[in-house]
């Protein structure tokens, strides 16, 4: 079995710890995110192997990308990978809430288990959990925590708009 592959690179909303297994991503993880999994103890960085998925992050963070380019090896529930692979259809840009996204994934009562779901999201930025929000329009929840998430919204509206 191939080993846990890592490397660790920086970004406007601190270093950013990325994972891959088997040839496909597996994590995007933050400093002092919650819901953060440990990486296995025989975990091996590879800068090179993780070149592509770097460039990309900056792009993005350049505002010179919308839409990432990656193969993903998203692990957990099926439930769970419902909800990411809805979050990942949510425009560059544009926000949804909780009861949307719980509507997507077939139980408009779901809102809970959907906030759940999207909290224990393993890639964060390139799954785009930080574009979901209260159905109020408040910035409800992040598990990079809020400031990143007013960041990344602010980012990408300024992107979007060509600021």
Sequence with gaps: MMPTLT????????????????????GVQMQNQRHFRELPEDAVRDDEWFADIRAQ???????DLREFDVTL???GTDFQRRVWAQLQAIPYGETISYGELAARVGNERASRAV??????????????CHRVIGADGSLTGYGGGLDRKTWLLAHETASRNGS
């Design 115 to 128: 906030g759940l779901a999207n909290g224990k999201n393993p890639v964060s930025i390139i799954v785009p």
């Design 73 to 75: 090896n998203l692990v």
């Design 7 to 26: 490397t660790t690179v920086p970004s406007p909303i601190g270093p950013l710890l990325l994972s891959a297994s088997q040839g496909a991503l597996t």
């Design 57 to 63: 992050l900056d792009a993005y963070f350049c505002g």
